[in-house]
């Protein structure tokens, strides 16, 4: 009976250690003001390109793909990780519990250590951690597209383009009007998620790299085939999982399951290692690609390289 007891109490700890954080998730997210109504087509209710106000010549370069079709998308001021405070990133991440396995090396952000990362086994309970060297620059793209997606919900958009500063045109994106209606028609509207514009992420090279597994997270373990690669039609792909955020079509329903997962389970993974993690997601791909990501395109996920840039 003690036993029994003990093990209750753990767990309820432990419950009460995810659930509980000196903020909500949501308190971090950036607002969106002065939108207007030049940022959409079709059947697209609006578009937005995630830009660092450090980087005006990605932006420029987006524009530049998009303006021979007349698309106008929206430009967010996106969250730039290295200048988050020390006192917010020790307040995001998954709080280590009770009963929680600290699984490998993982890393912290701690006000004590003047916000710099890290690295060690988790042991401390209470302690805000995400996973082994994810950067000050991945926490802020996080925030980011999760910053984006409760606009669009709060927006009550039924259907959204998302893209980062880094995408390059491949074919005419104004097909994406009728590749959504094709979609609706093979599962219906309420049978995808998230569509991709391209059949999958690119390394440096142009090359197509598959994602066919998920990473650890000491607080989740998903329910999804994440291997799971079907053609469905001549056009589309089902997918299990995929790397890569740089241009997404987002249906309202996958907005609510991303943002429900992170509200739920916080920071840990890099973006696209997590969004495609929350049990029952649909996700799509084309088979051709019509918009994808530049191959060798300036990043400041693992540094801040736009310091040297503007030296």
């Not at 309820?12 to 087509?41: D, G, Q, T, V």
Request: net charge neutral; aromatic share 14%.
């Amino acid at each position: 009976m003690y036993y029994k007891l003990k093990c209750i109490f753990v767990f309820l700890l432990a419950f009460n250690f995810l659930k509980l954080s000196p903020k909500e998730l949501e308190y971090y997210f950036k607002k969106i003001e002065k939108k207007s109504n030049i940022h959409k087509f079709g059947n697209i209710d609006f578009i937005y390109v995630i830009n660092l106000d450090e980087r005006p010549e990605k932006f420029q370069f987006t524009l530049d793909e998009l303006k021979p079709y007349g698309i106008v998308p929206y430009r967010f001021s996106a969250v730039n990780g290295w200048k988050l405070s020390n006192e917010v990133l020790a307040d995001l991440g998954v709080k280590f519990a009770p009963g929680m396995l600290s699984g490998d090396i993982a890393s912290s952000y701690l006000i004590q250590n003047e916000g710099r990362r890290t690295d060690e086994i988790v042991q401390n309970i209470g302690q805000n951690y995400f996973c082994y060297r994810l950067t000050r620059g991945n926490i802020g793209i996080v925030l980011s597209h999760l910053s984006v997606l409760q606009d669009a919900f709060d927006s009550g958009y039924e259907t959204i383009w998302v893209m980062e500063d880094d995408i390059e045109v491949k074919k005419n994106p104004l097909l994406l009007e009728e590749m959504i209606k094709r979609l609706d028609s093979l599962v219906g509207k309420n049978g995808w998620d998230i569509f991709f514009t391209d059949q999958d992420t690119k390394n440096k090279h142009g090359q197509y790299v598959p994602c066919s597994s998920y990473a650890w997270r000491p607080n989740f373990v998903p329910s999804n085939n994440l291997a799971l690669k079907q053609d469905i039609s001549e056009d589309f792909r089902r997918t299990g999982c995929r790397y890569g955020a740089y241009s997404m079509i987002i249906r309202r329903s996958g907005m609510k399951k991303i943002l429900d997962f992170f509200k739920q389970y916080n920071i840990f993974l890099p973006y696209d290692m997590d969004f495609t993690l929350p049990h029952n997601i649909l996700l799509f791909n084309v088979r051709e690609d019509i918009v994808s990501t530049k191959p060798q395109a300036l990043s400041d996920n693992g540094t801040a390289n736009y310091e040297k840039s503007n030296k």
